[in-house]
């Protein structure tokens, strides 16, 4: 098992920025592809970004391509996401999850671990 705790979430204008936090406890935390997800009010779940086991790579949705950033701290068991420019559409709940997959992957059934999840709210 493993747990996944994130944190950061708020309220902030257009144009601003958050960084969001996921730690995680449990299993061996460098054996995971870390995801960030995001759902947004009356929308399905989507994928935001992903980065490898070791952090060499990382793979972001068209939608926040260049405004986000995601990094991980193997040693302190932590992986955050660092939004930049943000706009009124990236209002969501944002969740971190962890996937056992070799690779990165946006497929959301692909992550075996999710946490509960944090509000990020865009004013205008």
């Known amino acids: 098992q493993v747990q996944l705790v994130e944190s950061g979430g708020g309220l902030v204008q257009a144009g601003g920025s958050l960084r969001l936090s996921c730690a995680a406890s449990g299993r061996t935390f460098s054996n995971y592809v870390m995801g960030w997800f995001r759902r947004a009010p009356g929308k399905e779940r989507e994928f935001v970004g992903a980065?490898?086991?070791?952090?060499?790579?990382?793979y972001y949705a068209d939608s926040v391509k260049g405004r986000f950033t995601i990094s991980r701290d193997n040693a302190k068991n932590t992986v955050c996401l660092q939004m930049n420019s943000l706009k009124p559409e990236d209002t969501a709940v944002y969740y971190c999850?962890?996937?056992?997959?070799?690779?990165?992957?946006?497929?959301?059934?692909?992550?075996?671990?999710w946490g509960q999840g944090t509000q990020v709210t865009v004013s205008s």
């Open positions: 980065i490898t086991r070791k952090g060499g790579g990382t």
């Open positions: 999850a962890a996937s056992s997959r070799v690779v990165v992957t946006v497929r959301e059934i692909e992550y075996d671990y």
